[in-house]
C-alpha cells in the first residue's frame, strides 16, 4: 500500500497516464491528430482520478499487469465460449448457484480487480460484496470455481505487490 505523498503521485501520474493515453492511441488506431486531444483528455482523467481517490492507494506492477494480459485475454475467450455453448446446446450443464468466497485481498483496487476476472472464469460472474465475502454466480453447481477464484486471487496480490494467507487450502 502507498499513501499519497507528492514524492509518490507523480510516478502514479505517469504510469496511469501513460496506460490511459496508450488505450486512447489505440482507439484511435495512432492516428496522430488524436494526440493532442488524447493527451489532454488522459492528464485530466488521472488528476481526477487521483484527486477523488482514497488517501491510501495500491502501487500495481506494470510488469506484473503486463504478464497477467494473456492470461485475462484467454480468461474472457474461454468464459465467452463457455456462456455461448450453455446457451445454445441444452446437454451441457445449467444447474445455477450462489457461492460466498472468503476474499483474502483487502479492501479497494485488489478486490475491485478480484470481482473484475473472476467474471471471466468460464461459468461464473461476481456479483457484489458484504464484508470480506465476494458472491459469485456460477452457472454450474457441480463445478468447484474456488481453486480457480484462489489461484486468480494470488496472481492480482503479485500485481500489487501483496501476500495473501492461505485459507483456501
Given at each position: 500500500m502507498v499513501q499519497s505523498t507528492p514524492a509518490t503521485c507523480l510516478p502514479l501520474f505517469a504510469k496511469r497516464f501513460v496506460l490511459l493515453f496508450a488505450c486512447w492511441l489505440a482507439l484511435a488506431s495512432g492516428d496522430p491528430s488524436a494526440w493532442l486531444?488524447?493527451?489532454?483528455?488522459?492528464?485530466a482523467a488521472v488528476a481526477v482520478g487521483l484527486r477523488f481517490s482514497a488517501q491510501e492507494r495500491y502501487d500495481a506492477r506494470i510488469?506484473?499487469?503486463?504478464?497477467?494480459?494473456?492470461?485475462?485475454?484467454?480468461?474472457?475467450?474461454?468464459?465467452?465460449l463457455d456462456v455461448a455453448s450453455r446457451a445454445f446446446d441444452p446437454r451441457l450443464p445449467l444447474d445455477p448457484r450462489w457461492l460466498s468466497y472468503p476474499v483474502r485481498l483487502p479492501p479497494g483496487a485488489p478486490r475491485a480487480w478480484l470481482g473484475?476476472?473472476?467474471?471471466?472464469?468460464?461459468?461464473t460472474l461476481?456479483?457484489?460484496?458484504s464484508g470480506d465475502d465476494l458472491y459469485?454466480?456460477?452457472?454450474?453447481?457441480?463445478?468447484?470455481?474456488?481453486?480457480?477464484i484462489?489461484?486468480?486471487?494470488?496472481?492480482?496480490?503479485r500485481v500489487f505487490g501483496l501476500t495473501v494467507d492461505d485459507r483456501h487450502g
Open positions: 486531444s488524447g493527451g489532454l483528455a488522459s492528464a510488469a506484473a499487469m503486463l504478464r497477467q494480459w494473456p492470461r485475462f485475454v484467454w480468461r474472457s475467450l474461454l468464459g465467452g473484475a476476472i473472476v467474471s471471466l472464469v468460464p461459468g461476481a456479483a457484489g460484496t459469485v454466480h456460477c452457472l454450474d453447481g457441480e463445478a468447484q470455481p474456488e481453486a480457480q484462489a489461484s486468480e486471487e494470488g496472481q492480482i496480490a
